[in-house]
């Protein structure tokens, strides 16, 4: 399948990769299709979601995981109806990563409305979260501490 993006140009891709978003993304209900690209190599920090109905469209997201980021929250009915998921595993959590253009640029992640994905089924939906709680862990290894954040 050939799809247009005004950020990668023109792609090549397997149908069966796409991402199916039955409600869009809040803001973007009519985008329900979308590609996730990421750069060569291993562990690639940040990945692209490109929409295959709007060449415009493209968001670039991490997983909250490379960040330390470790949700709690639960899915209601609805949403698990709509991941169809059968293992816990198989979902993927990603952040929205955005730039802030003040003083000094800097790339924040909107941790409050995390994406979810199925990556068993390729469906996914983004939770928007109320409340999130900070904490922060220290651990000792050796002689050095090192900081983690959850939200």
Do not use: C
Request: proline content about 4%; aromatic content about 8%.
């Amino acid at each position: 399948m050939e799809i247009k993006s005004s950020f990668f140009g023109e792609q090549s891709i397997d149908p069966s990769t796409i991402i199916s978003f039955p409600n869009g993304i809040p803001g973007f209900e009519d985008q329900t299709r979308f590609k996730l690209f990421h750069q060569e190599g291993d562990n690639p920090l940040v990945f692209w979601l490109q929409s295959l109905d709007d060449e415009a469209l493209v968001f670039s997201v991490a997983q909250a995981s490379t960040f330390n980021i470790n949700y709690n929250f639960t899915l209601n009915d609805t949403e698990e109806n709509t991941l169809g998921f059968e293992d816990v595993a198989d979902l993927l959590i990603l952040i929205i990563l955005h730039k802030d253009e003040d003083d000094q640029p800097t790339v924040k992640g909107a941790i409050k409305s995390p994406l979810v994905i199925n990556s068993a089924k390729r469906i996914g939906l983004q939770k928007v979260l109320a409340e999130v709680e900070q904490s922060i862990t220290l651990t000792e290894t050796s002689n050095e501490i090192n900081v983690s954040e959850r939200a």
